[in-house]
C-alpha cells in the first residue's frame, strides 16, 4: 500500500490531522455498529469485543507481520507482536483506567480470558527457548489450534461474562436493519485502519525530515502506531459508555496477536527469537499480563492509581527501548 506520506512539511501536518479525524470517527462508528450486532445476535458485547472488535483492530498487525514473515524479516514478527502487547497493556488499559476511574471484573473473565492471555505469554517464552531461539512451523500450528479452541470455547460459553454489561449505564439504541450494521462496521474499521496509516506515515515523514533517533521512532512511533487502532476503539468504547467491549478488545488483542497473527507467521516462516528477546522483552510482556491479573483480582476492579502504573511501565519500556537501540 502506498504511503499516505508527502514531502512538504505543511501537507504532511495537514494529512496527519485527517488521519487523527478519520480515527476517531472511524472508532465510533466501529464501536456502535459492534454493539448493535452484539444485541441482534444474542451475543454479550464482551464476546464481541474479545472476538470481532479486537480481530479488526489488529488488522495493521496482521498487514505488516504477514508481509515481514513472507519477505524472511521475522524479527519484525516478534519485536512488533510483543512489543504491541506491552503497548496495549500499559499504554492503551492504562489510558482507559485513568479515564474511567474504575473498571468491574467479573471473575469469569480473569479465570478464562485474562489467564488465558498470560498462558500464552509464557508459552511464546517456552517455545523460544525449546526451539533454539525461533518459533518454527510446529509452534505455528500450535499457536492457529489454541485460536480455534479459544474461539469456539468464547461463543459457547461466552454469557459467562454478562458481569460486564453495559445495559444499566447506556442503552442500545438499534437504529439499523442488521445489514447496515455490518456495513457500517466494516467501514468504522476501514476508517480506523487508513486513518491510522495516515497518522503514521506522516509522523515517520515528519520525524525523517528532522533527523531524529531511528531508534526512537522505532520505539516510540512505529511500535505505538499499530495500537494506535487499540487505543482509539478503546477510548471510544470507554467515552461511549461501551466498556464490555474496550476491555475486552484490549485483552482480545493481545490473544490474537500471538495465536493468529504470531501462529500465521511461524508457519509461513520460522520467527526468529534473540537472546535479549529471551531474557528481557518477552519477560517484560509476561509481568504486564501477571500484573494485569494481580490488579484485576484485588477487589475485582481496576482502579485509576493502577492505570498510573501501567502508563509507568510503559514509560520504562520506551526509555529501555531507546537505550539498548530496539
Known amino acids: 500500500m502506498p504511503s499516505f506520506a508527502a514531502s512538504v512539511l505543511l501537507i504532511n501536518i495537514i494529512l496527519f490531522l485527517i488521519g487523527?479525524?478519520?480515527?476517531?470517527?472511524?472508532?465510533?462508528?466501529?464501536?456502535?455498529?459492534?454493539?448493535?450486532?452484539?444485541?441482534?445476535?444474542?451475543?454479550?458485547?464482551?464476546?464481541?469485543?474479545?472476538?470481532?472488535?479486537?480481530?479488526?483492530?489488529?488488522?495493521?498487525?496482521?498487514?505488516?507481520?504477514?508481509?515481514?514473515?513472507?519477505?524472511?524479516?521475522?524479527?519484525?514478527?516478534?519485536?512488533?507482536?510483543?512489543?504491541?502487547?506491552?503497548?496495549?497493556?500499559?499504554?492503551?488499559?492504562?489510558?482507559?483506567?485513568?479515564?474511567?476511574?474504575?473498571?468491574?471484573?467479573?471473575?469469569?473473565?480473569?479465570?478464562?480470558?485474562?489467564?488465558?492471555?498470560?498462558?500464552?505469554?509464557?508459552l511464546i517464552e517456552v517455545m523460544g527457548i525449546l526451539g533454539g531461539g525461533?518459533?518454527?512451523?510446529?509452534?505455528?500450528?500450535?499457536l492457529l489450534l489454541l485460536m480455534c479452541g479459544y474461539i469456539y470455547y468464547l461463543l459457547k460459553h461466552g454469557d459467562a461474562l454478562a458481569g460486564l454489561e453495559d445495559n444499566d449505564e447506556h442503552e442500545i439504541k438499534i437504529d439499523h436493519t442488521i445489514g447496515v450494521a455490518w456495513i457500517l462496521l466494516l467501514a468504522g474499521i476501514s476508517m480506523v485502519f487508513l486513518g491510522a496509516k495516515a497518522l503514521v506515515d506522516n509522523v515517520l515523514q515528519i520525524v525523517s525530515r528532522f533527523n531524529l533517533n531511528p531508534a526512537l521512532v522505532a520505539a516510540t512511533v512505529v511500535a505505538f502506531g499499530t495500537s494506535v487502532p487499540e487505543l482509539a476503539v478503546t477510548v471510544a468504547g470507554f467515552v461511549k459508555k461501551r466498556k464490555a467491549i474496550a476491555l475486552g478488545n484490549i485483552i482480545g488483542s493481545c490473544i490474537f496477536n500471538l495465536v493468529l497473527i504470531m501462529g500465521l507467521s511461524a508457519v509461513i516462516n520460522p520467527v526468529p527469537v534473540d537472546h535479549d528477546f529471551l531474557l528481557i522483552i518477552?519477560?517484560?510482556?509476561?509481568?504486564?499480563?501477571?500484573?494485569?491479573?494481580?490488579?484485576?483480582?484485588?477487589?475485582?476492579?481496576?482502579?485509576?492509581?493502577?492505570?498510573?502504573v501501567f502508563l509507568m511501565i510503559y514509560l520504562a519500556f520506551v526509555a529501555y527501548s531507546v537505550i539498548s537501540g530496539y
Not at 59 to 83: C, R
Not at 134 to 142: E, P, R, W, Y
Not at 285 to 294: K, V
Open 20 to 122: 487523527l479525524i478519520v480515527l476517531i470517527k472511524g472508532s465510533d462508528l466501529f464501536v456502535e455498529s459492534a454493539a448493535q450486532i452484539a444485541r441482534r445476535y444474542g451475543f454479550s458485547e464482551i464476546v464481541i469485543g474479545l472476538t470481532l472488535v479486537s480481530i479488526g483492530t489488529s488488522m495493521p498487525e496482521f498487514a505488516t507481520d504477514v508481509y515481514a514473515s513472507w519477505s524472511k524479516a521475522g524479527e519484525i514478527v516478534i519485536g512488533d507482536l510483543v512489543g504491541s502487547n506491552i503497548t496495549n497493556i500499559a499504554l492503551v488499559l492504562g489510558v482507559a483506567i485513568l479515564l474511567s476511574g474504575s473498571i468491574r471484573i467479573p471473575g469469569a473473565l480473569l479465570k478464562r480470558d485474562v489467564m488465558f492471555m498470560l498462558g500464552l505469554f509464557i
Open 134 to 142: 525461533k518459533l518454527g512451523l510446529l509452534s505455528g500450528v500450535i
Open 282 to 308: 518477552i519477560p517484560m510482556m509476561i509481568g504486564c499480563g501477571a500484573l494485569l491479573a494481580f490488579f484485576m483480582r484485588t477487589g475485582w476492579q481496576l482502579v485509576r492509581w493502577e492505570g498510573g
